[in-house]
Protein backbone atom coordinates (compact mmCIF):
# COMPACT_ATOMS: atom_id res chain seq x y z
CA UNK A 1 0.00 0.00 0.00
CA UNK A 2 1.43 3.55 -0.53
CA UNK A 3 1.03 5.53 1.80
CA UNK A 4 1.68 8.98 0.16
CA UNK A 5 -1.92 8.18 -1.17
CA UNK A 6 -3.47 7.76 2.07
CA UNK A 7 -4.84 11.02 3.73
CA UNK A 8 -5.25 10.58 7.68
CA UNK A 9 -7.19 12.62 9.98
CA UNK A 10 -5.49 13.16 13.22
CA UNK A 11 -6.72 14.36 15.98
CA UNK A 12 -4.29 15.20 18.71
CA UNK A 13 -5.98 15.45 22.09
CA UNK A 14 -4.69 17.91 24.56
CA UNK A 15 -5.46 19.35 27.70
CA UNK A 16 -8.98 18.70 29.11
CA UNK A 17 -10.35 19.23 26.26
CA UNK A 18 -9.45 17.88 22.66
CA UNK A 19 -7.90 21.49 22.18
CA UNK A 20 -7.40 20.46 18.20
CA UNK A 21 -4.35 22.15 17.14
CA UNK A 22 -3.85 21.58 13.28
CA UNK A 23 -1.23 21.54 10.74
CA UNK A 24 -1.57 19.93 7.31
CA UNK A 25 1.00 18.15 5.91
CA UNK A 26 0.51 15.87 2.50
CA UNK A 27 -2.25 13.89 3.21
CA UNK A 28 -2.26 14.29 6.55
CA UNK A 29 -4.36 16.73 8.40
CA UNK A 30 -4.46 17.17 12.11
CA UNK A 31 -7.42 18.59 13.36
CA UNK A 32 -7.46 21.24 16.00
CA UNK A 33 -11.01 23.54 17.24
CA UNK A 34 -9.99 25.99 14.05
CA UNK A 35 -10.45 23.60 11.89
CA UNK A 36 -13.14 20.94 13.02
CA UNK A 37 -15.84 22.41 11.19
CA UNK A 38 -14.16 22.10 8.22
CA UNK A 39 -13.56 18.41 8.41
CA UNK A 40 -15.75 15.27 8.32
CA UNK A 41 -15.18 14.89 12.30
CA UNK A 42 -16.97 16.13 15.22
CA UNK A 43 -15.86 15.45 18.87
CA UNK A 44 -18.19 14.59 21.85
CA UNK A 45 -15.99 14.62 25.16
CA UNK A 46 -17.61 13.98 28.08
CA UNK A 47 -15.71 14.29 31.41
CA UNK A 48 -16.07 11.05 33.66
CA UNK A 49 -14.72 10.40 36.95
CA UNK A 50 -12.13 8.31 35.42
CA UNK A 51 -11.53 10.44 32.62
CA UNK A 52 -11.99 11.73 29.33
CA UNK A 53 -14.81 10.14 27.45
CA UNK A 54 -14.53 10.53 23.60
CA UNK A 55 -16.65 10.40 21.08
CA UNK A 56 -15.77 11.04 17.44
CA UNK A 57 -17.96 10.91 14.92
CA UNK A 58 -16.48 10.63 11.39
CA UNK A 59 -18.55 11.75 8.67
CA UNK A 60 -18.35 8.89 5.31
CA UNK A 61 -19.50 9.42 1.94
CA UNK A 62 -20.24 6.58 -0.96
CA UNK A 63 -16.85 5.51 -1.19
CA UNK A 64 -16.05 4.86 2.13
CA UNK A 65 -15.94 1.04 3.29
CA UNK A 66 -15.07 -0.75 5.95
CA UNK A 67 -12.62 -2.40 4.71
CA UNK A 68 -10.28 0.71 4.33
CA UNK A 69 -11.49 3.08 7.20
CA UNK A 70 -9.14 2.53 10.18
CA UNK A 71 -8.96 4.42 13.06
CA UNK A 72 -5.85 4.38 15.87
CA UNK A 73 -5.49 5.24 19.50
CA UNK A 74 -2.15 5.95 21.02
CA UNK A 75 -1.75 6.74 24.46
CA UNK A 76 1.59 7.85 25.65
CA UNK A 77 3.75 8.82 28.79
CA UNK A 78 5.76 11.71 27.69
CA UNK A 79 7.57 9.88 25.24
CA UNK A 80 6.75 6.08 25.92
CA UNK A 81 4.16 4.62 24.25
CA UNK A 82 1.95 2.85 26.48
CA UNK A 83 -0.67 1.24 24.13
CA UNK A 84 -1.45 1.46 20.30
CA UNK A 85 -4.82 -0.07 19.25
CA UNK A 86 -7.20 -0.30 16.26
CA UNK A 87 -10.42 0.88 17.70
CA UNK A 88 -13.75 -0.35 17.04
CA UNK A 89 -15.98 1.36 14.44
CA UNK A 90 -19.53 1.61 15.55
CA UNK A 91 -21.50 2.47 11.88
CA UNK A 92 -24.35 5.05 12.42
CA UNK A 93 -26.64 7.21 9.92
CA UNK A 94 -24.07 8.85 7.55
CA UNK A 95 -20.65 8.02 9.75
CA UNK A 96 -18.90 5.88 11.73
CA UNK A 97 -18.53 6.53 15.31
CA UNK A 98 -15.43 5.93 17.92
CA UNK A 99 -15.78 5.73 21.29
CA UNK A 100 -12.86 5.49 24.13
CA UNK A 101 -11.68 6.94 27.04
CA UNK A 102 -8.41 8.31 27.78
CA UNK A 103 -7.07 9.89 31.42
CA UNK A 104 -6.69 13.81 31.41
CA UNK A 105 -3.10 12.62 32.50
CA UNK A 106 -1.83 11.71 29.53
CA UNK A 107 -4.44 13.73 27.16
CA UNK A 108 -1.19 16.25 25.95
CA UNK A 109 0.56 12.96 24.77
CA UNK A 110 -2.10 11.11 23.47
CA UNK A 111 -2.65 10.95 19.56
CA UNK A 112 -6.35 9.24 17.85
CA UNK A 113 -6.24 8.63 14.31
CA UNK A 114 -8.46 8.20 11.19
CA UNK A 115 -6.89 6.77 8.15
CA UNK A 116 -9.03 6.22 4.39
CA UNK A 117 -7.58 5.61 1.64
CA UNK A 118 -8.23 8.78 -1.48
CA UNK A 119 -11.24 10.55 0.29
CA UNK A 120 -10.56 13.18 -2.75
CA UNK A 121 -13.51 15.48 -1.34
CA UNK A 122 -11.85 16.09 1.61
CA UNK A 123 -8.20 16.90 0.13
CA UNK B 1 -22.64 -9.55 32.97
CA UNK B 2 -20.58 -12.77 33.97
CA UNK B 3 -16.58 -12.34 33.89
CA UNK B 4 -14.51 -15.46 33.88
CA UNK B 5 -11.07 -14.69 35.08
CA UNK B 6 -8.96 -16.06 32.61
CA UNK B 7 -5.55 -17.46 33.76
CA UNK B 8 -2.86 -20.51 33.47
CA UNK B 9 -5.54 -22.71 35.28
CA UNK B 10 -8.23 -22.56 33.07
CA UNK B 11 -6.85 -20.87 29.15
CA UNK B 12 -6.73 -23.86 27.70
CA UNK B 13 -10.50 -24.76 27.84
CA UNK B 14 -11.33 -20.84 26.49
CA UNK B 15 -12.91 -19.56 23.24
CA UNK B 16 -9.44 -17.78 22.46
CA UNK B 17 -5.40 -17.68 21.82
CA UNK B 18 -2.92 -15.16 22.42
CA UNK B 19 0.02 -14.59 20.93
CA UNK B 20 3.07 -11.93 21.43
CA UNK B 21 5.81 -10.71 18.94
CA UNK B 22 8.45 -8.43 20.42
CA UNK B 23 10.72 -9.35 17.14
CA UNK B 24 9.50 -6.06 15.12
CA UNK B 25 10.09 -3.84 18.19
CA UNK B 26 13.48 -1.92 18.40
CA UNK B 27 13.79 -3.37 21.97
CA UNK B 28 11.68 -6.12 23.71
CA UNK B 29 12.05 -3.58 26.85
CA UNK B 30 10.03 -1.08 25.64
CA UNK B 31 6.81 -2.69 23.54
CA UNK B 32 4.98 -5.70 23.08
CA UNK B 33 2.55 -6.84 20.11
CA UNK B 34 -0.09 -9.06 21.15
CA UNK B 35 -2.47 -11.14 18.83
CA UNK B 36 -5.57 -12.59 20.41
CA UNK B 37 -7.46 -14.89 18.15
CA UNK B 38 -10.83 -15.14 19.38
CA UNK B 39 -13.49 -17.64 18.54
CA UNK B 40 -16.85 -16.03 17.18
CA UNK B 41 -19.07 -18.29 19.62
CA UNK B 42 -18.96 -18.59 23.11
CA UNK B 43 -19.65 -21.52 24.69
CA UNK B 44 -23.42 -21.94 24.79
CA UNK B 45 -25.80 -21.90 27.89
CA UNK B 46 -27.79 -24.57 26.76
CA UNK B 47 -27.86 -26.66 23.47
CA UNK B 48 -29.09 -24.73 20.92
CA UNK B 49 -27.89 -21.33 22.16
CA UNK B 50 -25.59 -19.43 20.20
CA UNK B 51 -23.49 -17.16 22.21
CA UNK B 52 -21.93 -15.20 19.51
CA UNK B 53 -19.45 -12.02 19.34
CA UNK B 54 -21.05 -9.64 17.33
CA UNK B 55 -23.22 -9.56 20.73
CA UNK B 56 -20.45 -8.92 23.01
CA UNK B 57 -16.66 -7.57 21.39
CA UNK B 58 -13.39 -7.01 22.74
CA UNK B 59 -12.17 -4.39 25.49
CA UNK B 60 -8.46 -2.98 26.49
CA UNK B 61 -8.21 -1.32 29.52
CA UNK B 62 -4.86 0.05 30.73
CA UNK B 63 -4.49 1.42 34.09
CA UNK B 64 -1.57 3.38 36.38
CA UNK B 65 -2.30 1.33 39.84
CA UNK B 66 -6.00 1.86 40.49
CA UNK B 67 -6.27 4.84 37.96
CA UNK B 68 -7.62 4.51 34.80
CA UNK B 69 -5.10 5.44 31.52
CA UNK B 70 -7.11 4.70 28.77
CA UNK B 71 -10.01 2.13 27.53
CA UNK B 72 -11.33 1.28 24.29
CA UNK B 73 -13.42 -1.38 22.07
CA UNK B 74 -10.66 -2.75 19.94
CA UNK B 75 -11.39 -3.38 16.17
CA UNK B 76 -11.40 -6.99 14.86
CA UNK B 77 -10.39 -8.80 11.42
CA UNK B 78 -9.52 -11.72 9.87
CA UNK B 79 -6.55 -13.67 10.69
CA UNK B 80 -3.90 -13.29 8.69
CA UNK B 81 -1.77 -16.26 7.05
CA UNK B 82 1.51 -15.15 9.25
CA UNK B 83 -0.20 -16.65 12.55
CA UNK B 84 1.27 -19.71 13.54
CA UNK B 85 0.46 -22.59 15.51
CA UNK B 86 -3.64 -21.36 15.59
CA UNK B 87 -5.56 -24.44 15.57
CA UNK B 88 -7.36 -24.38 12.40
CA UNK B 89 -11.06 -23.69 13.90
CA UNK B 90 -9.50 -20.30 14.63
CA UNK B 91 -7.91 -19.38 11.73
CA UNK B 92 -10.37 -20.19 9.67
CA UNK B 93 -13.37 -18.26 11.46
CA UNK B 94 -11.25 -16.30 14.55
CA UNK B 95 -11.31 -12.61 15.18
CA UNK B 96 -8.26 -11.22 14.87
CA UNK B 97 -6.90 -8.39 17.93
CA UNK B 98 -3.63 -6.77 17.18
CA UNK B 99 -2.17 -3.99 19.39
CA UNK B 100 1.03 -2.93 20.90
CA UNK B 101 1.49 -2.32 24.56
CA UNK B 102 4.57 -0.54 26.10
CA UNK B 103 6.03 -2.98 28.67
CA UNK B 104 5.65 -0.03 31.60
CA UNK B 105 2.31 -0.45 31.84
CA UNK B 106 1.81 -4.27 30.86
CA UNK B 107 1.18 -5.19 35.20
CA UNK B 108 -2.18 -3.41 35.20
CA UNK B 109 -3.80 -4.00 31.73
CA UNK B 110 -6.49 -6.42 31.16
CA UNK B 111 -8.13 -7.44 27.69
CA UNK B 112 -11.88 -8.58 28.16
CA UNK B 113 -13.56 -10.68 25.09
CA UNK B 114 -17.26 -10.76 25.46
CA UNK B 115 -19.97 -13.38 23.96
CA UNK B 116 -23.77 -12.31 23.75
CA UNK B 117 -26.99 -14.53 23.15
CA UNK B 118 -30.05 -13.38 21.58
CA UNK B 119 -31.98 -15.96 23.60
CA UNK B 120 -29.79 -15.83 27.20
CA UNK B 121 -29.64 -12.53 29.67
CA UNK B 122 -26.15 -13.02 30.45
CA UNK B 123 -23.00 -11.05 28.82
CA UNK B 124 -19.72 -13.27 29.53
CA UNK B 125 -16.60 -11.81 29.90
CA UNK B 126 -13.68 -13.74 29.53
CA UNK B 127 -10.71 -10.90 31.75
CA UNK B 128 -7.16 -11.82 31.16
CA UNK B 129 -4.06 -9.37 32.38
CA UNK B 130 -1.77 -8.97 29.11
CA UNK B 131 1.10 -9.64 31.84
CA UNK B 132 -0.03 -13.54 31.93
CA UNK B 133 1.21 -13.90 28.10
CA UNK B 134 4.58 -12.04 28.16
CA UNK B 135 7.56 -13.47 27.83
CA UNK B 136 10.05 -13.73 31.10
CA UNK B 137 13.78 -13.81 30.57
CA UNK B 138 15.13 -16.50 32.88
CA UNK B 139 16.72 -19.45 33.62
CA UNK B 140 13.27 -21.30 34.36
CA UNK B 141 14.24 -22.15 38.23
CA UNK B 142 11.50 -21.31 41.18
CA UNK B 143 12.88 -21.19 44.27
CA UNK B 144 11.64 -21.55 47.67
CA UNK B 145 13.25 -21.82 51.48
CA UNK B 146 14.11 -25.35 53.04
CA UNK B 147 15.52 -24.09 56.67
CA UNK B 148 18.38 -21.26 56.14
CA UNK B 149 18.84 -22.67 53.12
CA UNK B 150 17.42 -21.87 49.53
CA UNK B 151 16.31 -24.75 47.23
CA UNK B 152 14.72 -25.29 44.06
CA UNK B 153 10.89 -25.37 44.58
CA UNK B 154 9.45 -26.17 40.82
CA UNK B 155 11.81 -26.29 37.29
CA UNK B 156 10.07 -24.92 34.34
CA UNK B 157 9.41 -26.79 31.48
CA UNK B 158 10.93 -25.85 28.23
CA UNK B 159 13.53 -23.79 30.07
CA UNK B 160 17.27 -23.66 30.90
CA UNK B 161 16.66 -25.56 33.63
CA UNK B 162 14.76 -28.34 32.87
CA UNK B 163 17.14 -29.06 29.55
CA UNK B 164 20.12 -29.04 32.06
CA UNK B 165 18.10 -31.96 33.90
CA UNK B 166 17.73 -29.75 37.44
CA UNK B 167 14.80 -31.21 39.67
CA UNK B 168 12.99 -29.56 42.23
CA UNK B 169 14.12 -30.36 45.84
CA UNK B 170 18.32 -29.38 45.25
CA UNK B 171 19.70 -27.06 47.29
CA UNK B 172 21.45 -24.38 45.77
CA UNK B 173 24.61 -23.63 47.65
CA UNK B 174 26.17 -21.21 45.59
CA UNK B 175 25.42 -19.09 43.04
CA UNK B 176 28.01 -16.57 40.69
CA UNK B 177 30.33 -18.29 43.59
CA UNK B 178 28.78 -16.84 46.70
CA UNK B 179 27.26 -18.13 49.36
CA UNK B 180 23.16 -18.34 48.55
CA UNK B 181 22.66 -17.45 51.95
CA UNK B 182 23.79 -13.84 51.01
CA UNK B 183 21.28 -13.55 48.46
CA UNK B 184 17.79 -13.98 50.11
CA UNK B 185 15.51 -16.02 48.08
CA UNK B 186 13.92 -12.62 45.86
CA UNK B 187 17.44 -11.65 45.35
CA UNK B 188 18.38 -15.11 44.00
CA UNK B 189 15.32 -15.45 41.68
CA UNK B 190 15.85 -11.77 40.54
CA UNK B 191 19.63 -13.19 40.01
CA UNK B 192 18.35 -15.84 37.39
CA UNK B 193 16.64 -13.35 35.11
CA UNK B 194 19.67 -12.06 33.18
CA UNK B 195 22.80 -13.30 31.56
CA UNK B 196 24.51 -16.35 32.51
CA UNK B 197 23.97 -18.07 36.28
CA UNK B 198 26.24 -19.88 37.72
CA UNK B 199 25.08 -22.38 40.01
CA UNK B 200 26.57 -24.89 42.32
CA UNK B 201 24.20 -27.29 43.77
CA UNK B 202 23.68 -30.41 46.40
CA UNK B 203 21.10 -33.26 46.23
CA UNK B 204 20.00 -33.66 49.93
CA UNK B 205 19.33 -37.79 48.47
CA UNK B 206 23.02 -38.87 48.04
CA UNK B 207 24.77 -35.06 48.73
CA UNK B 208 26.36 -34.71 45.78
CA UNK B 209 27.45 -31.38 44.64
CA UNK B 210 27.08 -30.58 41.13
CA UNK B 211 27.86 -26.98 39.23
CA UNK B 212 25.94 -26.08 36.21
CA UNK B 213 26.47 -23.17 34.05
CA UNK B 214 22.70 -21.90 32.45
CA UNK B 215 22.15 -19.01 30.33
CA UNK B 216 18.81 -17.23 30.38
CA UNK B 217 16.65 -17.35 27.91
CA UNK B 218 13.00 -15.88 26.84
CA UNK B 219 10.21 -18.17 28.61
CA UNK B 220 6.60 -17.82 28.22
CA UNK B 221 4.38 -18.74 31.11
CA UNK B 222 2.79 -21.79 30.89
CA UNK B 223 -0.49 -20.13 30.38
CA UNK B 224 -0.40 -19.78 26.94
CA UNK B 225 -2.02 -22.21 24.63
Request: proline fraction near 5%; glycine fraction near 8%; charge should be negative.
Amino acid sequence: MNLKLIPCLALVLSGLFPALSAHAEMDTFQISPVNVSDSPISVQVTNMDSGEWFTVFYKTNETTTDKFLHANLQVSDGDKKISSVPVEKIWTTNGVEFEFMVSATYLTTSKFTITEPERCDRK
Amino acid sequence: MVVISVDSTNIQSMPFAVRTDTSGNASFDKSINFYVIADPKGPPYTPGDNMHFSLGGANLSIYDGTNLVSSCSVAGGKVPSFMQDVNAPFMTNGVFYSFEMGTNHLESANFEICYGSGIHPAIDCYRFALRTFVPETSIGLLLGEKGDKIEVAEVLPGTPASRAGLTAGLIVQQINGVDSARYGIKMAQDGFRFGIVDLELVDPSNGKTNKVLLTTAKTFPSAIH
